[in-house]
């Protein structure tokens, strides 16, 4: 199918309602860069993060999650649209945030459509203002957030968008730091679900920026991992850097447990699927170091790889009125999953010709078919490409280079490659990387230093 088809179809989705039971409201909460290992609930010990591994425990811990891209730009393109890589529009982080097409269905609009109550507040990768890719163009009611990616590097910032207004954080001005950007997205957050009544579900989306490093403040302190206070971390024997980076997390989990116990007051927590997730594995930026806290736990690999330590991410899911609690699914699924599967949940169908599809019973316990593989393609370092096809993962860092074949059954950590003796597996993966995808004249298939010349890695 041609590219002009293939978008075509998407926003040619019907939106005839499908059989459901009652619709839940839908928080769906988004890390930056937080690693497999750095929640207590995934094995870490020395970060606390309390609230997000109760809830965990109250619903299901997923094990192989997999965000849509090793960068945040891409993965958040996949979640909102349903595509992977190879037909997203967004393939890379671009210093001008690409911004979404009108024909880009996201699963924000088909909410919206729905009767759902749409509120976004944080980061933003996919489309700045004036362009149509804005969170109020692709189905927001409420957004309140940075102005692009590299704004977002910044936990104290000057200025915040606000609907299509700028917002003076005062606090901010000249040397002062008084206004924690993730403490005022949270008011929102919190002020959000106030305000929504039981008859019309919501949809509150929130993208917290940590512990994405401020890499502009590392690369002159050392150390760009902002947040107020190191605590309750200040008695450690760590680096400081890490004391912050602990530090973001657990502010994090804070804030989570804000955002809980708003919806509980409200009465509103059985009937809420509460999904943390992270947009991409950790990385090694503002003085930084993942091998520190262990954050990619038992996997290989941090952002920017498609190593499972670069894609696979924590996961987990709350929702008493439709998830039993206590579980540990290792079912694989993708962030392009996220929009058939609200859309499933909403009562409304989802556009036709995604890559993804509706994790729904999984969600209540049933058994269902795999996917008969995924797909990953990353540009910021020349064209690399990624297939999971059951248990076997392939890699190839180039399109002339040779297939890693690796066992995740036995080999989580790929450390072993297998390609020598499984031609047959690699072929079949080779062939899905050239078919699982269409050419991008945004993202070209490049050599790596062709890519270092264009890419503004974040």
Not at 86 to 113: C, F, I, M, S
Request: net charge neutral.
């Amino acid at each position: 199918m041609q590219r002009r088809q293939f978008l075509q179809t998407l926003s040619a989705a019907a939106m005839a309602p499908i059989a459901s039971p009652p619709r839940p409201n839908i928080l769906l909460v988004l890390a930056d860069d937080l690693g497999y290992g750095d929640l207590g609930c995934y094995g870490q010990t020395r970060i606390q993060t309390p609230n997000i591994d109760r809830l965990a425990a109250e619903g299901i811990r997923f094990g192989s999650t997999y965000a849509g891209s090793t960068v945040c730009a891409p993965s958040r393109c996949s979640l909102m649209t349903g595509l992977h890589t190879g037909h997203a529009h967004t393939r890379g982080n671009k210093g001008n945030d690409l911004p979404l097409r009108p024909g880009d269905v996201t699963v924000t609009e088909l909410l919206k459509k729905a009767g759902y109550r749409t509120g976004l507040f944080g980061k933003w990768s996919l489309g700045q203002l004036g362009t149509t890719g804005y969170p109020t163009k692709k189905g927001f009611d409420e957004w309140f957030g940075f102005f692009s990616q590299l704004h977002a590097h910044n936990y104290y910032p000057e200025h915040l968008l606000d609907q299509e207004g700028s917002f003076l954080l005062r606090g901010n001005l000249g040397t002062q730091r008084k206004d924690y950007a993730p403490d005022l997205f949270t008011k929102r957050a919190v002020s959000f679900l106030e305000r929504q009544q039981a008859a019309q579900p919501f949809f509150l989306h929130v993208c917290y920026t940590q512990p994405h490093a401020n890499n502009e403040m590392g690369r002159d302190t050392g150390n760009g991992m902002q947040v107020p206070s190191d605590a309750p971390y200040s008695d450690r024997n760590w680096p400081q850097v890490e004391k912050n980076f602990a530090a973001m997390i657990s502010r994090m989990d804070s804030d989570v447990g804000q955002l809980m116990a708003t919806l509980k007051r409200k009465g509103m927590d059985q009937n809420t699927l509460v999904l943390f997730a992270s947009d991409n594995g950790p990385h090694k930026e503002g003085g930084h170091a993942p091998s520190f806290f262990e954050s990619s736990g038992p996997l290989r690999g941090i952002k920017r790889d498609l190593t499972e330590g670069g894609i696979r991410v924590p996961c987990v899911a709350r929702w008493p009125g439709g998830i039993q609690g206590g579980q540990v699914s290792e079912f694989p699924w993708a962030f392009w999953d996220i929009l058939p599967t609200f859309a499933e949940l909403a009562g409304v169908e989802a556009p036709k010709g995604l890559d993804g599809t509706s994790i729904v019973p999984t969600l209540s316990g049933k058994t269902q078919k795999p996917h008969e593989y995924f797909y990953w393609e990353f540009h910021e370092l020349g064209f690399h490409q990624a297939v999971r096809m059951g248990n076997w993962k392939g890699i190839r860092k180039g399109p002339e280079q040779p297939v890693e074949l690796y066992d995740l059954s036995t080999d989580l950590g790929e450390h072993k490659d297998l390609s020598a003796a499984n031609p047959a597996v690699v072929a079949k993966i080779k062939q899905i990387m050239a078919s699982a995808r269409t050419d991008s004249p945004d993202f070209p298939v490049m050599s790596p230093e062709e890519a270092k010349k264009r890419a503004l890695p974040m």
